[in-house]
């Protein structure tokens, strides 16, 4: 009963968190060039590299990342990632880097 209380609390606080989030105004930065990208599911922008997201395809092709500059839309960069399927991916994120993303990692 006591984990249930406790989560019913923190479940609480982060919801009235979230519902006083604002956000501004839709704003369209690029449109993705490329056929390699064809079905684009899930985004996450680089904290490392300016104007850069990372998308991948939804399903189906190669088990691939695509860094995608923001402000041409081109695809700067591909990464292969290997003994993967991609099968149905459906969302990307990022988590903490390695030194704080200093060491050249890809974040």
Known sequence: MDI?????????????????????HRETKCHID?????????????????????????????AEIFAVDLSN?????????KSAINWDWEDLAYGPCIDDCTSGHVC
Do not use: M, P, Q
């Open 34 to 62: 490329g056929s390699a990208i064809v079905e684009a599911s899930g985004l996450a922008i680089s904290r490392v590299h300016l104007n850069v997201a990372y998308t991948h395809n939804d399903k189906g092709g190669s």
């Open 4 to 24: 249930l209380f406790h989560l019913s609390f923190h479940l609480t606080v982060l919801t009235h968190l979230v519902i006083g989030v604002h956000f501004g």
């Open 73 to 81: 839309g081109r695809t700067v960069a591909t990464l292969n990632i």
